[in-house]
C-alpha cells in the first residue's frame, strides 16, 4: 500500500508541475489585445533568400520592429536570430511557442520552452533543434511566436514570423544549403598538422584536414596568400631540426600545388624547435610542437621570387 500510494503522489506531483508550467505560459503569453505585437499581416508578409556556397539566408522583414533571419553559414548548423531595430524586450526569457495565425483560429500551441533575450543587435538567437522546429511550423502554415515583458513598463511584447510565403522559397534554401562549402573561412584561416618523431610525412588525416583547405581555396579567390610555417620539438641538433622543419613545411606545400594551388600564392618558412607552444618536458607536449601551421590571408599577394617563398626561421 505504501508503494502504491508513493506511486499516486509522484504522479500527482508531476501533474502539478505541468500545470505550473502552463500557467506560466498563460502569463507570459496574453491574449493579442493585452500585450504589443510586432507581426506582417497577410497583405505584407515577404521573406528574401540569399544564397551562396557560403552562407544560405532567408529574411522576413517584420513592421515596425526590424526582421527575423534563418542564417545557415558553411560548416556551422542553422540558426534563427532576431534583428530588432530597437529591442523592445526586456533582457532574460521570452517564451517561444507555434500556434496558427490569426486568421487560422482552434489550432493548437506548441511549446518550445525559453530562449534568452539579450541586450544586442541579435536580440534573440535560437538555435539549430529549435530552428528547424520553426521551419516545419512555418511550412504547416503556423506562426512562431516570441513573448517577454517589455523593457520599460509591465506590457507584454509579441514578435510573430508569419508564414505567407515562406513555402515559396524554402526549396531554394535547400538547395543552397545543399550546396555549401564543408568548412567557412574561420574554420580553416589557421590550420595544423601534427607529425610523428623525426618524421615529415603526412598522414590519411593529415589529408583529410588539407581537402577541407583546398576545397576552400578553390572557391574563395579573396585569399590571396598562404603560408606554412614548419617546426619540431626539441630533440636532436639546431640544425637537424632545421632540417627537419623545412622538410615538413615542404611536404604540406608539395600536397597544395599537386591539388591546384598556384605556387606563387605559398611562403614557407622553417623555424626548427625555435617557437614551441607547449613545455618540452613530456611526450604529449613535444607531439604537440612536431607541427606544421598553415594560415590563409586575404587581400595581400606574395611576392613570386623564390627568396620569399622559402625562408628560414620566419
Known amino acids: 500500500m505504501r508503494n502504491i500510494g508513493s506511486i499516486h503522489f509522484k504522479v ?9 508550467k502552463l500557467l506560466v505560459l498563460v502569463v507570459l503569453i496574453p491574449i493579442d489585445g493585452l500585450a504589443k505585437t510586432y507581426t506582417a499581416d497577410l497583405s505584407n508578409s515577404q521573406w528574401y533568400l540569399s544564397a551562396s556556397i557560403f552562407e544560405c ?9 526590424g ?18 531595430n530597437a529591442n523592445p524586450m526586456k533582457s532574460g526569457d521570452a517564451a517561444l511557442v507555434i500556434e496558427a495565425p490569426r486568421w487560422r483560429p482552434g489550432n493548437g500551441v506548441r511549446n518550445l520552452g525559453y530562449v534568452p ?11 539549430r533543434k529549435n530552428a528547424r522546429t520553426m521551419m516545419e511550423g512555418l511550412m504547416d502554415g ?6 517577454r515583458k517589455s523593457w520599460y513598463n509591465d506590457e507584454s511584447v509579441r514578435v510573430r514570423v508569419s508564414s505567407v510565403n515562406f513555402p515559396s522559397f524554402y526549396n531554394d534554401y535547400l538547395n ?8 567557412n573561412f574561420k574554420q580553416v584561416e589557421r590550420t595544423k598538422v601534427l607529425f610523428k618523431v623525426d618524421k615529415a610525412e603526412l598522414t590519411e588525416s593529415d589529408f583529410e584536414i588539407l581537402e577541407k583547405v583546398v576545397v576552400y581555396l578553390k572557391a574563395d579567390n579573396t585569399v590571396t596568400s598562404i603560408v606554412i610555417d614548419g617546426h619540431t620539438d626539441s630533440s636532436g641538433r639546431r640544425i637537424y631540426n632545421r632540417r627537419l622543419s623545412k622538410d615538413r613545411s615542404e611536404v604540406v606545400r608539395g600536397y597544395f600545388i599537386a591539388n591546384g594551388i598556384p605556387e606563387e600564392m605559398i611562403t ?14 613530456s ?7 612536431r607541427r606544421t601551421t598553415v594560415r590563409l590571408e586575404k587581400g595581400t599577394r606574395m611576392a613570386s621570387n623564390s627568396n620569399a617563398n622559402t625562408t628560414p626561421e620566419g
Open 57 to 65: 539566408s532567408l529574411t522576413h522583414p517584420i513592421p515596425r520592429y
Open 117 to 127: 533575450v539579450k541586450d544586442s543587435a541579435k536580440s534573440i538567437v535560437v538555435e
Open 67 to 84: 526582421k527575423g533571419v534563418f542564417y545557415h553559414e558553411a560548416g556551422e548548423k542553422l540558426k534563427f536570430y532576431l534583428n530588432a
Open 12 to 20: 500527482w506531483q508531476a501533474q502539478i508541475g505541468i500545470l505550473c
Open 268 to 281: 614557407t618558412r622553417y623555424h626548427g624547435e625555435r617557437y614551441p607552444v607547449a613545455k618540452n618536458n
Open 283 to 289: 611526450k604529449k607536449n613535444k607531439a604537440q610542437n
Open 176 to 183: 543552397c544549403v545543399a550546396s555549401l562549402l564543408p568548412v
Open 142 to 147: 503556423m506562426t512562431p511566436t516570441f513573448t
